[in-house]
């Protein structure tokens, strides 16, 4: 069984930086496409970094790319996110994909976590 315990989230003013931490147990991040997505209330689910299996290749949409850094250490995931603004606002999951297409096709993950609140106003 796949378990997250996501942390790091919190309010941050605009222009601010925060970095979110995934801690996953149930199986070896090296192996799998990993990624983090968010969601804001009443919009949908929007993928924000990926990193994937074996040589960690990275892969960001352009509504972040520039601001978002993700990496992974033996089995936590990371997400640096700077330059924030209000319209960053929302839950952040980190999850599990079937790849890294999978992600980029904004389809559904396998696995995630129950996500941690980023909240940027001043």
């Known amino acids: 069984q796949v378990q997250f315990v996501e942390s790091g989230g919190g309010l941050v003013q605009p222009g601010g930086s925060l970095r979110l931490s995934c801690e996953i147990s149930?199986?070896?991040?090296?192996?799998?496409?990993m990624g983090w997505f968010r969601q804001a209330p009443g919009k949908e689910r929007e993928g924000v970094a990926c990193i994937g299996g074996g040589d960690g290749t990275t892969y960001y949409p352009d509504s972040v790319k520039g601001r978002a850094t993700i990496s992974r250490a033996e089995n936590t995931l990371y997400l640096q996110m700077d330059s924030l603004s209000p319209e960053d606002t929302a839950v952040y999951h980190c999850a599990v994909y079937k790849s890294m297409l999978t992600f980029a096709a904004d389809s559904s993950p396998d696995h995630w976590g129950q996500g941690t609140q980023v909240t940027v106003s001043s």
């Open positions: 149930g199986l070896t991040l090296a192996y799998h496409a």
